[in-house]
């Protein structure tokens, strides 16, 4: 109830809950009730006043501290600013002691090397040990860095203290590789992996299979594709998206096109993303007759966003003067509670205006009121 009133932005009406929430036990109200109450109020409101509903629960909450604390900063890291996030940990760090669970938030959102590097400074001036999570955040930047050696010295770090390097670890070194250009000793980290007990997911494959891609070799990016079925991993959508992205920019359809059949056949649906790339590329090759195959497959499996398909769908369908299956696809749209665009929607009435379909033109205007559309030029005549 709490959420569903937040998600409305019925905020006295959450207090109110919370209130009553506090008055017939006040156990009920957790860190993942804060957790939730703040990352509603961090969404809509500003900084301050997400600090100031963090303090309204030290009179409802029974035990007040850290783990509220780090609600607090979990909720202004994903829907604010880091930067807003580190202030706020300096001003209220001496009134709530930070913990691992602190700082692995703090974290796990700065993107330079500078930052993640002063935060385990300030670890390690604590006297707080970091863990897998807490070597991972370092990893993963100096990965995105392109400064490899240095995460393979984290990594060797950890090794030296115990913590054995997880999968995530190892995905974030096989992303550095590949922004160095070396996907074969990317590949090579897979095998390295399994040596130390860490077998590789899917993620891990995407990672391997990205680099092939960005380096143009797709033999070998497929070679992995078949490698991780072999294994038992199923490609997911993310695994795709990379062959889509690289057919893309080569303007290969025919081999787009394989691709979709491959994943459709084996009950892996596309994402909004797949299915851009495949409109976009029938466009732009002017093949109508897989847009709507991509279009029929999306309605009848419940897959991708109607909206952003469906306006390259009727530029390619009103480039070729196809009413029939415009109309079609628009009415297919309806029914399904997705509004077709104003542009689309104009378009698609402009053909029909020239070709004297005023029924039709009657019917898509009605379907269109429907949504609340008030202005003059879609008002049935």
């Known amino acids: ?20 929430m506090k008055r017939k036990d006040k156990s009920l109200i957790t860190a993942k009730t804060v957790d939730v109450v703040l990352g509603r109020v961090a969404k809509v409101c500003s900084v301050r006043e997400t600090v100031l509903a963090f303090k309204r629960f030290r009179k409802l909450v029974f035990e007040f501290g850290t783990p509220h604390y780090n609600a607090l900063l979990r909720s202004l890291c994903k829907e604010k600013s880091m930067c807003d996030a580190r202030n706020v940990y300096g001003r209220l760090k001496h009134e709530f002691r930070p913990n691992l669970c602190t700082f692995n ?12 590097e002063a935060f385990f400074e300030e670890m390690n001036w604590m006297g707080i040990e970091p863990d897998v999570v807490s070597y991972n955040c370092l990893v993963y930047v100096y990965c995105q860095g392109r400064e490899v050696e240095k995460a393979r010295g984290v990594m060797k770090e950890m090794c030296e203290k115990g913590i054995d390097p997880d999968v995530v670890t190892y995905t974030s070194l096989i992303g550095g590789l590949g922004l160095v250009g070396q996907p074969d000793k990317a590949r090579e980290v897979l095998k390295e992996m399994k040596e130390h007990g860490c077998y590789p997911d899917v993620a891990a494959y995407n990672a391997a299979i990205r680099n092939y891609c960005i380096a143009k070799r797709f033999r070998d990016a497929k070679g992995l594709l078949e490698e991780m079925e072999r294994k038992g991993l199923s490609p997911n959508p993310t695994t795709y998206n990379v062959f889509f992205r690289a057919c893309y920019w080569k303007n290969n359809l025919t081999a787009s096109w ?9 009950g ?25 195959k991509l279009w029929n497959d999306m309605v009848e499996k419940g897959f991708g966003s109607y909206i952003l398909v469906s306006d390259v769908l009727f530029d390619l369908l009103c480039d070729f003067g196809k009413l029939d299956e415009a109309e079609k696809c628009f ?5 399904k509670g997705q509004k077709p665009s104003n542009v689309s929607f104009r378009r698609i009435k402009v053909l029909m205006e020239l070709a004297n379909r005023h029924e039709a033109i009657e019917n898509i205007t009605e379907k269109m009121a429907g949504f609340g559309l008030t202005h003059p030029a879609y008002r049935k005549r």
């Open 268 to 292: 892996c649906l596309p994402n909004t993303q797949s299915c851009m790339f495949l409109i976009r590329m029938a466009k732009r090759q002017e093949k109508v007759d897989l847009a709507l």
């Open 331 to 335: 009415l297919q749209m309806v029914k």
């Open 258 to 266: 394989s691709f979709y059949r491959r994943m459709m056949a084996t």
């Open 105 to 116: 938030i703090l974290l796990s959102g700065w993107k330079t090397c500078e930052d993640v």
């Open 1 to 20: 109830m709490v959420y569903v009133l937040g998600r409305c932005r019925k905020f006295d009406e959450m207090w109110e809950v919370l209130v009553e």
